[in-house]
């Protein structure tokens, strides 16, 4: 129901620069994942926009209006904490309740709103009892539930799922993809889990050091990686780095060689998926290495090889069984690999890129 | 192999650094051993009875006995079923409540007051041991500054002359609520610091992700204040309003250095009628009986309170 921007936003305290010069323009019913270790300004981001922050410069806007000198109350934002930050000495009924009685919502209207928002999240059984005698599921539900009781026009989300066990988290995970689907309200959240980011979000920023490193898609997030950072930071396991040399239209690192596109030249990273690698025969090979680890997971085997100095893991098939130290031959799809600049980690784009799409 | 040496180089120093005091404590009897955690509370123990159960204890003796200096002499329940039929004993309760209740409210709604004002300032947080000031001041010596300022020197009533507020001379002795109120305002004066640094450290020590909860969900500070804060520090409310109570029902220096019960006994406390009972008609069974029945109402009243604000806090 609302677009959100940020233009120019910096927030810095004393010294310290948290968020630097940022620049985001948050659709309207769009589903936006800031994702990024810890320390990245993610969650001072969202607090900005919450309106708990104030940025020390630069413009927020919500729904075209500039709302740097709105208060939070008057933002009509609701968000979901970490740490659920329900009203321990009222009940859940009460919780829910709390924003509207607050908003002024005629007493008639209340029960209903507060008894749809508690089905659409399963909680109804519940209503009657404090958010202690509750588990930590529940009281995440319960914290949802008062959040989109209310309609907002901005739903923000700080990390909510991280207290709550994988089992739980990956069936919260899709309600809370649902709800927002069903309900249509931009929502903004933030992760530094890369699952919940890739399987929420319409579009994922990644942060790291209070910089906006890459806005894209989950496809073009894992794809497309703009450099180094983005590369290494999103898939388990990560995206193989390989430092190395190029010239004449040939990469060259200890163990490895592969053709690579000519107007790569110079010390260059190259960058593989371990999904797009493939244990090959004699003669295709781009790398040879030795068995350094192999471990199964059920679907599929990763090794590990080391080569020359360095570590490279490989996605392989279910039943590929090797001893450690056997000598291994991989080719990788040429398609899919990535070249950054060593020095500054940027993407090289030389070639025009496959989509997955 | 590098971890297995380890693991066995540990177990077998380890023995070696505990064999001495293995020895130590075998030495001591069992006995002694378990005795030996008492023995070391005990001074503190014994310190604590002698100063404080023992006098107690001696108070109830008393209280059953008519004393004239050195000749007890065993009088049952009269002393109780006196002060049942004693003007002055209830009178000097009904003071007592009345000075204290005022004043403790009044203390308690000044000190939230400031506290919700304040405790978002990180400068409070910083200084809030100055405001502890009025309290380290001794009782008697505040309990003099303030005579002067009501009584002797007139400071207040000139005051108030300067200002308009009054003509001619204030005599705050000579009006039954003008000498309370000098007594309820040494009293605000000096410990409503006390209540607000409680108060203050309970508002911060609240989880800050609810009162942010709570302005995203549309609620203005006093709103937060009202549905939020009070109620999740009311134990502490309790607590606080319970040492106060219990200080304030046992208001003394104050009473014998500005009042002395004038006029006509309206401003005597429990306290001070117990000190007059004793030390002045030196009735020390009669004062001691007295004594007993305002231990057993201050008990049983912190009992109630304490226990209704806990009950209520929880589930």
């Known amino acids: ?357 | 192999m590098a971890a297995i040496d380890q693991t066995g180089g540990a177990a077998q120093a380890a023995p070696d650094r505990a064999r001495p005091r293995e020895k130590t404590l075998r030495r001591r009897s069992p006995a002694l051993r378990r005795a030996f955690p008492y023995l070391l509370v005990a001074p503190a123990v014994i310190y604590l009875l002698g100063i404080t159960l023992y006098p107690g204890a001696y108070a109830v003796y008393q209280s059953f006995y008519l004393v004239r200096f050195t000749e007890w002499i065993p009088v049952g329940f009269d002393n109780y079923v006196e002060l049942a039929g004693d003007a002055e004993f209830w009178q000097a309760m009904l003071n007592t409540l009345l000075i204290g209740g005022i004043a403790l409210t009044v203390e308690c709604v000044i000190a939230m007051a400031l506290a919700f004002f304040a405790y978002r300032d990180a400068l409070i947080r910083g200084w809030r041991i100055a405001f502890l000031m009025p309290m380290l001041f001794m009782p008697s010596a505040v309990a003099f500054i303030w005579k002067l300022a009501f009584n002797d020197g007139r400071v207040i009533s000139d005051l108030l002359r300067k200002l308009g507020l009054i003509e001619g001379n204030l005599d705050f002795l000579g009006n039954i609520w003008l000498a309370r109120t000098t007594l309820i305002v040494a009293d605000v004066w000096q410990w409503t610091p006390f209540l607000f640094i409680i108060f203050v450290a309970a508002l911060q020590s609240q989880d800050q992700e609810v009162e942010e909860a709570a302005r995203l969900d549309g609620a203005s500070w006093p709103a937060i204040f009202w549905n939020i804060s009070l109620p999740m520090i009311r134990p502490v409310i309790a607590v606080a309003v319970v040492l106060r109570g219990i200080d304030i029902m046992t208001m003394f220096t104050n009473v014998f250095i500005l009042t002395k019960g004038t006029p006509g006994g309206m401003t005597e406390t429990i306290s001070y009628f117990i000190y007059r009972q004793g030390f002045q008609t030196f009735n020390f069974g009669y004062a001691s009986a007295a004594a007993v029945v305002m231990l057993v109402i201050t008990i049983l009243a912190a009992q109630l309170v304490v226990k209704r604000a806990f009950k209520s806090g929880k589930t």
Request: hydrophobic share 40%; aromatic share 6%; glycine share 10%.
């Open chain 1, 1 to 357: 129901m609302a677009r959100i921007e940020l233009k120019d936003v910096v927030k810095r305290y004393g010294g310290f620069t948290g968020v630097r010069r940022m620049d985001l323009d948050i659709a309207d019913e769009e589903f936006l994942v800031l994702l990024g270790p810890s320390g990245c300004g993610k969650t001072t981001t969202m607090r900005m926009i919450a309106g708990l922050e104030v940025p020390s410069e630069g413009e927020v806007v919500i729904g075209g209006e500039v709302v740097n000198e709105v208060d939070a109350r008057d933002r009509d934002v609701a968000m979901v904490f970490q740490g659920y930050a329900l009203y321990p000495n009222m009940s859940i009924y009460e919780n829910i309740r709390f924003p509207l009685r607050m908003r002024g919502i005629p007493k008639a209207d209340q029960d209903r709103l507060i008894r749809r928002a508690a089905e659409m999240v399963e909680l109804g059984d519940f209503l009657d009892r404090k958010p202690g005698a509750l588990s930590g599921g529940q009281r995440q539900r319960a914290a949802l539930a008062r959040a989109v009781v209310r309609q907002p026009q901005v739903f923000l989300m700080d990390e909510p799922l991280s207290n709550l066990d994988a089992k739980l988290r990956s069936s919260m995970r899709v309600q809370i993809k649902h709800l927002q689907r069903q309900l249509k309200i931009t929502t903004v959240y933030v992760t530094h889990d890369q699952i919940e980011a890739m399987t929420l979000a319409d579009r994922i920023v990644i942060m790291e050091k209070g910089a906006i490193r890459q806005i894209g898609t989950p496809d073009e997030i894992y794809s497309d990686p703009a450099d180094t950072f983005v590369a290494g930071f999103i898939g388990a396991p990560p995206m193989n780095l390989v430092e190395g040399l190029a010239e004449n239209g040939r990469f060259a690192a200890p163990g490895l060689v592969v053709a690579c596109p000519g107007g790569v030249s110079g010390r260059v990273t190259l960058g593989v998926r371990p999904e797009d690698c493939h244990v090959v025969g004699e003669g295709l090979a781009a790398l040879e290495g030795r068995v350094y680890g192999v471990e199964p997971t059920g679907e599929t085997t990763y090794l590990t090889l080391r080569t020359g100095e360095t570590l490279f893991e490989v996605k392989a098939a279910r039943d590929a069984r090797f001893n450690l130290g056997d000598l291994v031959r991989i080719g990788f799809d040429p398609d899919r690999l990535c070249y950054f600049d060593t020095e500054t980690g940027a993407r090289l784009r030389v070639q025009p890129y496959r989509s997955v799409a």
